[in-house]
Every structure is written in structure tokens, then in C-alpha cells.
């Protein structure tokens, strides 16, 4: 593996921690400010959240496997 595609891997990783953590963000906002009122924005929230914090650990493991074999 070259350098731009570590480059891009680590990349990718750090774009979808900031992703994760805006969700989680969002997902704190609704809890705390607005339930009861929103709670049906919950299942919604709550699943895309899940989603990109899975994305955020597939594309870590992918740049850490990469940064083990240069």
C-alpha cells in the first residue's frame, strides 16, 4: 500500500468520526432538550447514529490494518 492510499484511508477515517460524533450530537440534543415532545424522531435518529458509528469502526480497523503493514 502507498503513502496517498494510507493518506486517504486515514482520511476517511477521521471523516466518519466527525460524522459519528455530529449524530451522537444530535442524538443527545433530542434526549435532552427536546423529549417527550420529539420522542417519535428517536427510532430514526437513534438508527442513523448507529450507522455511522459502524461506518466510523469499519473505516478505523481498515486505516489501522493499513498503518500494520507499512
Same mark, same amino acid.
Given at each position: 500500500?502507498?503513502? *496517498? ?16 460524533? @455530529? ?11 427536546r423529549?417527550? *415532545?420529539?420522542? @417519535? @424522531?428517536?427510532?430514526?435518529?437513534a438508527? @442513523? ?11 478505523? *480497523? ?9
Amino acid at each position: 500500500m502507498d503513502e *496517498a492510499e494510507l493518506k486517504a484511508l486515514t482520511k476517511a477515517a477521521r471523516r466518519a468520526k466527525r460524522i459519528a460524533s @455530529e449524530k451522537a450530537m444530535a442524538l443527545h440534543d433530542l434526549v435532552e432538550d427536546r423529549l417527550p *415532545a420529539a420522542f @417519535e @424522531e428517536l427510532p430514526q435518529l437513534a438508527e @442513523e447514529t448507529y450507522a455511522a458509528c459502524k461506518a466510523w469502526e469499519e473505516a478505523e *480497523a481498515a486505516s489501522k490494518a493499513a498503518q500494520a503493514t507499512v
